[in-house]
């Protein structure tokens, strides 16, 4: 049974950072690409960021050179250090491996002025 599991949301101000992780069970983590999502209120989920085997990334315009996601094989845990937080990054934010798995209950970031 696929299980993810993401922590480290929360309050932060507009500039500030936070870092979230996403732990893994069920998958064999170190082949999955690994993907950081988010959903705003009355939006669609986006996919904001991924991270493959081989560690290659990829980022939405929105929060390339804000956003790092990095991983650790051994701990079958992606992280996602956010800096400069913006307003517009208020979301709930879920990880994902791909292929998609079932959704894990996600993290709110909430980023105040």
């Known amino acids: 049974q696929v299980q993810l599991v993401e922590s480290g949301g929360g309050l932060a101000q507009a500039g500030g950072s936070l870092r979230l992780s996403c732990g893994t069970s069920?998958?064999?983590?170190?082949?999955?690409?690994m993907g950081w999502f988010r959903q705003a209120p009355g939006e669609q989920r986006e996919l904001v960021a991924s991270?493959?085997?081989?560690?290659?990334?990829t980022y939405v315009d929105s929060v390339r050179g804000r956003f790092t996601v990095s991983r650790d094989n051994a701990k079958n845990t992606v992280y996602l250090q956010m800096n400069s937080l913006k307003l517009e990054d208020t979301a709930v934010y879920y990880c994902n491996a791909f292929p998609l798995q079932p959704w894990g209950q996600g993290t709110q970031v909430t980023v105040s002025s």
């Open positions: 069920g998958i064999i983590f170190s082949i999955h690409r």
């Open positions: 991270i493959d085997s081989g560690g290659s990334t």
